[in-house]
C-alpha cells in the first residue's frame, strides 16, 4: 500500500529533499542542455541543430546515471564549451516550482531535520542558490559529487549515511528521478514520494510505483 505523503510529513524526523525537478523547476535544466548547449555545440563545430542535438543526446545517454552525467566538468572538457557560463548566461529562467518557497518555509518551522540532497554539480549548485536563497532553508547541502557517486549509486546511500546518519524508517526522501528513488528504497529508505510535474512547460509525469505529488507543497496538511 502506498503511503500518505501528508501522514508521512508527520512521522518524519529526516526530510530529504532532492533540488532540480522537486524545489527548483526543471524547465530551466531541460532549456539548457537539450536548447542551448546543442545550440552553442552546433555553432562551435559548423553543424546543424538537429545534429547537435542528436549527437549530444547520443553521449547523454551515454553517461546517464552516472556521475559524469551530472558534472559540468565533464561536458566542458568533452564538448569544448564552457558548460558552467551557460548556465550564468541564462540564470534568469532559474526559478521554485509551484509550492515550493511556501513548503520550505513551513517545515523549517517544524522539529524536522532538513536535508538538501541533489546530484547538482557544485558550480551549479551555487549558481541556483545565489539566485534563489535555496540552502537558507536546509540543515544541510549535499552533492553526490563531494562522494564521488551518484544518488543512482548504493555507494551514495552508504556515504550519505556515514556522513549525516539518518534513521531509514523516519526518513522521507522527495525527488522526481525514477531511478534515484529506486536506489533509495535498495538502501532501505521506506518512505519515498515523486514529483509528477518537475516542468512546468511539460503535462504531468504518471506511471511511477511511487506515491506522486504534483508539487511539494501538496504533502502539507
Known amino acids: 500500500m502506498k503511503l500518505d505523503p501528508k501522514t508521512a510529513l508527520q512521522q518524519t524526523d529526516t526530510l530529504m529533499l ?22 552553442r555545440y552546433a555553432a562551435a563545430q559548423d553543424m546543424s541543430f538537429d545534429a547537435a542535438r542528436d549527437h549530444l543526446f547520443e553521449q547523454y545517454r551515454a553517461v546517464q546515471g552516472d556521475l559524469d552525467w551530472y558534472c559540468l566538468d565533464h561536458w566542458s572538457e568533452r564538448l569544448g564549451i564552457d558548460v558552467v557560463q551557460l548556465h550564468h548566461d541564462v540564470n534568469h529562467r532559474i526559478g521554485y516550482l509551484p509550492g515550493a518557497l511556501e513548503f520550505l518555509r513551513s517545515v523549517r518551522d517544524r522539529d524536522t531535520r532538513v536535508l538538501l540532497v541533489t546530484n547538482s554539480h557544485p558550480d551549479t549548485l551555487a549558481l541556483k542558490d545565489a539566485v534563489t536563497g535555496l540552502g537558507d532553508y536546509f540543515d544541510g547541502v549535499f552533492s553526490s559529487h563531494q562522494y564521488g557517486h551518484a544518488k543512482e549509486s548504493q555507494a551514495f546511500w552508504h556515504a550519505l549515511q556515514d556522513d549525516v546518519g539518518f534513521d531509514i524508517e523516519t526518513t522521507l526522501f522527495v525527488d522526481d528521478s525514477q531511478p534515484v528513488l529506486k536506489s533509495a528504497e535498495e538502501y532501505g529508505v521506506t518512505m519515498l514520494v515523486t514529483v509528477t510535474r518537475p516542468d512546468t512547460t511539460q503535462p504531468d509525469v504518471h506511471g511511477s510505483e511511487y506515491r506522486g505529488v504534483q508539487t511539494v507543497s501538496d504533502m502539507l496538511l
Open 18 to 39: 532532492d533540488m532540480d525537478g522537486t524545489l527548483l523547476d526543471l524547465a530551466f535544466d531541460n532549456y539548457v542542455w537539450k536548447d542551448l548547449v546543442p545550440r
